[in-house]
């Protein structure tokens, strides 16, 4: 896909297959540093490509691609040049590939050091196709989910604005502890629902 999105800077035209095996003309008639748009040549949208600064100065890219009767059949986030997220549609159905959740994550075993007493913030980006609802639910990661105390330990739902979210780490006392995150993407018009979780860890230090 980095050879699409390359290859879009410098043509105007260009060749897309599409799910049935036929491949079509596309002219890129709008193009900007954030925004590319293609259209087929009966005019109908066929591609559009976003792009925004990101977590810690990474660039994002977000790929939609439409048939020649309008209809969505891909959607595609981008961190850079690696795919983290995408769905393909079809009328009734759709598949999802990935996880809906980019954080920047310390390549030591993804560890973190904080200090005792000193909080730091999570920070989550989120991929968001279109006709879906997002949800994002944090708490301490414990071993067997089915024994949480819930007093002691509750679930929160996470507030999500423009695609951004995120939770506060703090601990009072050293030692190495974990956070999960549920999340969950609805598709609303095919009724739809992809799941799943990933954890956080944290070494805290005096």
């Known amino acids: 896909m980095l050879l699409i999105l390359a290859s879009s800077c410098s043509q105007k035209n260009e060749v897309i297959s599409l799910p049935d ?3 079509e003309k596309i002219v890129f008639d709008l193009s900007s540093d954030s925004l590319r748009e293609a259209h087929y040549l009966s005019g109908v949208l066929a591609k559009r490509i976003i ?3 990101g977590l810690e100065g990474r660039r994002e890219f977000v790929v939609s691609q439409w048939l020649p ?3 969505l059949f891909s959607f595609q986030s981008f961190i850079n040049d690696s795919i983290f997220y995408s769905q393909v549609f079809t009328d009734s159905s759709v598949v999802f590939n990935g996880c809906p959740i980019f954080y920047v994550a310390d390549k030591s ?3 973190d050091s904080l200090k005792v007493n000193e909080p730091g913030f999570q920070r989550l980006k989120l991929a968001t196709p279109p006709n879906a609802v997002v949800r994002l639910i944090q708490g ?3 071993e067997n989910e089915e024994d949480r105390d819930y007093a002691k330990y ?3 739902l996470l507030n999500i604005s423009n695609s951004l979210s995120g939770f506060i780490v703090h601990y009072n006392q050293k030692g190495t ?3 999960i995150v549920y999340w969950s993407v609805e598709d609303t018009l095919r009724d739809k629902i992809h ?3 990933f954890i956080r860890s944290y070494r805290v230090t005096e």
Do not use: M, N, T, V
């Open 140 to 142: 301490e990661y414990i």
């Open 195 to 197: 799941k799943g979780f």
């Open 21 to 23: 095996g036929r491949k």
């Open 177 to 179: 502890y974990s956070k």
């Open 69 to 71: 009767d309008g209809k």
């Open 109 to 111: 075993l993804a560890l």
């Open 154 to 156: 509750p679930l929160k």
């Open 51 to 53: 792009a925004s600064d």
